[in-house]
């Protein structure tokens, strides 16, 4: 059979039908756009409200947190793994949303990008905020926050792909068919079905395409997102 | 009345300290969030793995449950496959670091240079970071199978093999099978950091040189090269850390063997904890993954002069 890289017939969309009838690969979708959603904001909020924190107000100790969350980056997730699942065990968190979202909800890396982006937000128009009436809170939320919507954009769209792209984690929290994000979908569909790769194939291109298609859509701040993090793969 | 006065005099100053105070407050309160979740997920349980590491902790033994003090960590100076997978996790990262090097620095330099088609060429450079280490687990493992992949298939017509090789199977080509993965993966991730550093030395530096008469390679080297080293030493140090603690794709691809000739110490800390159940040891593992992180860090920081240099 000579080489080639076309089909021999283009009668895939068939495949795809198989793929979500052997297996609910819609409901493995479906969870994985949530739990990365999830992630994605509260990753957003807590970074933004530390990133404030840490570029606009001095207080003792400032630096040395900022630093010891910075270090926070290099921690493998194997030293936290095991007490981290012996917890979520014990809480009755296997097999549920929280549980697979529990080491997911910040982003270090946030913290980092967030105060970056606040510390060039000028400081008076923060204190023309404060004498306009503004309190902590409108000067926050009015203020800070649209001054660095491009970083946020950034954030949002990196931790999205981060927690979408999350394996061993959701492995070891999910027993239940109706929990399995697509990662784990995508693996247990190819254990079961090994042989058939026109299904397995086409459950591969399903787990990528919102990647994908979030990636094309988006892909300026794909890019920026790729320099700036310079952090995690 | 004298009260009026005084209430005067004393508000002034109460209200300027309650104000600092408030403002002491606010910084805090805006870590509070951080500082819960970080704790809870990270610190807290970093301190827990060092307890559970002293102590004999199996799961599915639990009548030899029991406190062994340092025990865990003399097992390991004699456990042969933890010093072999220390040594598999050197060649992994110094091989993919490595090559994503080199192959992103091409790549960036050839990006930099502007062709028709260019935009559509960047964006599909970045395809391999996005697509989920998963996906690209499953998808090198079909091609590197010995019977349909297609890179036998492509080496067997090209008469660069003979036979039919087991890549992952092989004890000898495993690493390097992984690695050639783990490169193709990592290569934009280079690429994009250095294109973006390339494009921010100015124009004029090129100019000036080309009017003294610099030779290409002489401009690389003078000019390119020390501009874009705070960027190759960020890129490089999280790369190596990010490579080191990296498990998913050998963890799907060859599971560590054949004969853990791939096992890694993260993807060997996983299987202790979640294969075999050990958690004491597995913490202790762990434990030590985080020192040499610290190591490394700290030595690497030492050695380029500092983060702080860089941004």
């Given amino acids: 059979m000579p080489l080639q890289l076309s089909p021999d017939r283009w009668s895939n969309a068939e495949n795809y039908r198989e793929v979500f009838r052997r297996e609910r690969f819609a409901r493995f979708l479906v969870n994985s756009a949530l739990l990365a959603t999830v992630s994605a904001t509260s990753s957003l909020v807590v970074s933004a409200l530390a990133g404030y924190g840490f570029a606009k107000f001095r207080f003792p100790g400032r630096d040395v947190l900022f630093f010891a969350i910075v270090g926070i980056l290099m921690v493998p997730f194997q030293s936290v793994v095991v007490p981290l699942y012996l917890w979520v065990n014990r809480l009755g968190l296997l097999d549920t949303y929280l549980g697979i979202l529990a080491p997911d909800l910040v982003s270090v890396f946030g913290v980092f990008l967030m105060r970056q982006a606040i510390e060039a937000v000028p400081d008076d128009y923060l204190a023309a905020a404060r004498i306009e009436g503004c309190n902590e809170w409108a000067v926050f939320w009015r203020v800070v926050v649209p001054a660095v919507a491009p970083a946020l954009a950034t954030l949002a769209i990196i931790k999205f792909m981060w927690t979408w792209n999350e394996f061993f984690w959701p492995l070891v929290v999910v027993n239940s068919p109706a929990m399995k994000t697509v990662t784990l979908g995508l693996i247990g569909f190819t254990n079961m079905y090994f042989i058939e790769y026109n299904l397995v194939t086409a459950a591969a291109v399903l787990s990528v395409l919102p990647i994908l298609i979030i990636f094309l859509v988006l892909q300026k701040w794909v890019v920026q997102a790729a320099v700036m993090t310079g952090l995690k793969g | 009345m004298a009260p009026s006065d005084a209430t005067v005099a004393v508000a002034l ?18 870590l509070v969030p951080v ?58 990262v110094f091989g993919s670091v490595s090559l994503q090097f080199l192959g992103g620095f091409a790549a960036a330099l050839l990006l930099h240079q502007s062709f028709r088609g260019r935009a559509f060429v960047r964006t599909v450079t970045l395809l391999p970071w996005i697509v989920p280490g ?106 190596v850390i990010w490579t080191f603690n990296y498990a998913d794709l050998i963890f799907v691809m060859t599971g560590g063997g054949p004969a853990n000739a791939t096992q890694i110490t993260s993807t060997y800390t996983l299987l202790m904890a979640y294969a075999n159940l050990d958690f004491g040891y597995a913490a202790t593992l762990s434990v030590v993954l985080l020192v040499i992180m610290l190591v490394f860090t700290v030595l690497y920081l030492r050695v380029t002069r500092g983060i702080e240099s860089v941004t």
Avoid: C
Avoid at chain 2, 13 to 30: K, N, V
Avoid at chain 2, 75 to 90: A, C, I, K, M
């Fill in chain 2, 13 to 30: 100053p109460r209200s300027f300290s309650s104000r600092r105070a408030r403002e002491l407050m606010t910084g805090y309160l805006y």
């Fill in chain 2, 134 to 239: 998963v996906v690209v687990a499953l998808v090198w493992e079909w091609l590197y199978q010995p019977n349909y992949g297609v890179i036998n298939d492509v080496l067997l017509r090209a008469g660069v093999l003979r036979d039919r090789v087991a890549w992952l199977s092989d004890p000898g080509l495993a690493m390097p099978a992984v690695i050639a993965t783990n490169v193709w993966r990592g290569v934009p991730f280079f690429a994009i950091m250095l294109l973006a550093g390339l494009q921010a030395i100015p124009e004029d530096l090129y100019e000036a040189a080309r009017v003294d008469g610099a030779p290409v390679t002489r401009r690389f080297w003078h000019i390119t090269l020390p501009l874009l080293r705070p960027i190759i030493i960020v890129a490089t140090a999280t790369r």
């Fill in chain 2, 35 to 92: 500082a819960i979740a970080l704790g809870g997920t990270i610190v807290v349980p970093i301190l827990k793995a060092m307890h559970m590491s002293l102590f004999n902790y199996v799961l599915i033994k639990p009548q030899e449950y029991g406190f062994v003090g340092l025990g865990n960590y003399t097992r390991l100076l004699r456990d042969e496959t933890f010093w072999l997978t220390l040594w598999n996790s050197f060649v992994w």
